[in-house]
Structures are given as C-alpha cells and as structure tokens.
C-alpha cells in the first residue's frame, strides 16, 4: 500500500488499452440505459377521462418550463403514456396547459404542469 492506495494487482492490468476500452463501454451503456430511465420520469401522473386524458410533469432546471426543449421532452413523455396506454391512438389535441409553481431555489424554478387533452377522430 503507498500513499493509503491499494496497489496489489496493478503489475496484472494490461497496457494494450483494453482497460480502457471495456470502461468507455460500461459508461456507454450505462448512459443508454440512463436515457431510458429519463424518458419517463416517475414525476409524471397520466390518467385517462372520457374522451381524452390528463396528464402532469414536472418543469424545473433539466426541463425548464418555458423552454421550447422542456416542453419537447414533456410532450415525449404525454406520447409515450399515450401509446402505452392505447389512448387517443387517432390523435390528440391539447385542450389546457397549467404551470404550477412549487418552488424557486439556486437552481431555478420547479413546476407541475398539468395538461388536459381530448382525442380526436372519435378514439
């Protein structure tokens, strides 16, 4: 041990890089996996209604809430509920759109945006 670091089986890594490879395809595939976890995070509610749907998701600094890449990302998230759940599979119209405000700190605002949607073409 030198300097509190374990060194035993360091003399055993190899210095053709493979090291190297095999970590930049963990961090690959952890970030792929992490993508997924994104698209749907657990701060969102869905519930159908007659003739369309509600739907909540948060708005805060990785998703701002008057921000046009915030607002993709949401709608993603409303499409995914939608196909999972085989709402409105003839399309959908946005009736209502209301930002709430739960609370401001160092890094900007947090929100609960509630939308309310009907579906179109009789689904």
Request: aromatic share 8%; with cysteine; net charge positive.
């Amino acid at each position: 041990m030198r300097g509190g670091l374990v060194t035993a089986g360091a003399a055993n890594v190899k210095r053709d890089g493979y090291g190297m490879k095999a970590a930049v395809i963990v961090v690959l595939v952890l970030l792929l996996g992490g993508c997924e976890a994104l698209s749907k995070p657990e701060s969102t509610s869905f519930h159908t209604v007659r003739g369309g749907f509600e739907f909540r998701a948060i708005a805060d600094a990785a998703y701002p809430e008057a921000s046009p890449g915030g607002e993709a990302w949401r709608m993603t998230w409303l499409a995914q509920r939608l196909k999972a759940s085989g709402t409105c599979p003839n399309g959908y119209e946005i009736t209502s759109r209301k930002p709430e405000l739960l609370s401001t700190g160092a890094l900007g605002s947090i929100y609960d945006i509630y939308y309310e949607g009907r579906c179109l073409g009789g689904s």
